[in-house]
């Protein structure tokens, strides 16, 4: 079994318009196929390193309800303008549990090839040792890069 998940779609878009929906805290929300998003504050994404917050509930995927409603860090790990975005999850959970999300963005004939990626190839031993990987299904993945191709031809406003 391996520990990252890879799904691509071709959207007929330019990687400027894809990649300002991908680096909006409002556009991650906009796009999540999980149900989990509800709300996020902050700036877009500009650099590694920066941050904002996503409120959560995770009762949407049914497997921890307990968790409710909650509020994680999005911090970027990777950074390349209309080519390379990719995050870990800063949460109230101790340790930390340093799985990745992302997208790659290359030119295509009919538009951008983008591919969603979930990587938690490094996570802390206590959150491998819990079985709990992954948390969100390939299926999801796919089903938020639909939402992202819609969302896009719709012309989601930029800020």
Not at 72 to 96: F, S
Not at 113 to 126: C, K, N
Request: with cysteine; hydrophobic share 40%.
């Amino acid at each position: 079994m391996t520990d990252r998940i890879e799904v691509s779609r071709t959207i007929a878009a330019p990687a400027a318009d894809i990649f300002a929906v991908l680096c909006d805290p409002q556009g991650h929300v906009a796009i999540d196929a999980t149900g989990m998003l509800q709300d996020a504050d902050g700036a877009p994404a500009r650099a590694v390193g920066d941050t904002f917050v996503v409120h959560m509930d995770r009762e949407a995927l049914n497997d921890f309800p307990e968790l409710g409603r909650y509020d994680v860090t999005v911090q970027i790990t990777d950074y390349q303008q209309d080519e390379l975005i990719a995050w870990t999850i800063l949460g109230r959970l101790k340790p930390q549990i340093g799985h990745v999300y992302g997208y790659r963005l290359a030119p295509a004939d009919q538009g951008t090839l983008v591919t969603s990626f979930y990587d938690w190839s490094d996570i802390h031993q206590q959150w491998r040792d819990a079985g709990i990987f992954p948390v969100v299904s390939e299926l999801a993945l796919r089903g938020t890069l639909g939402i992202l191709d819609r969302t896009v031809r719709r012309g989601y406003p930029r800020g």
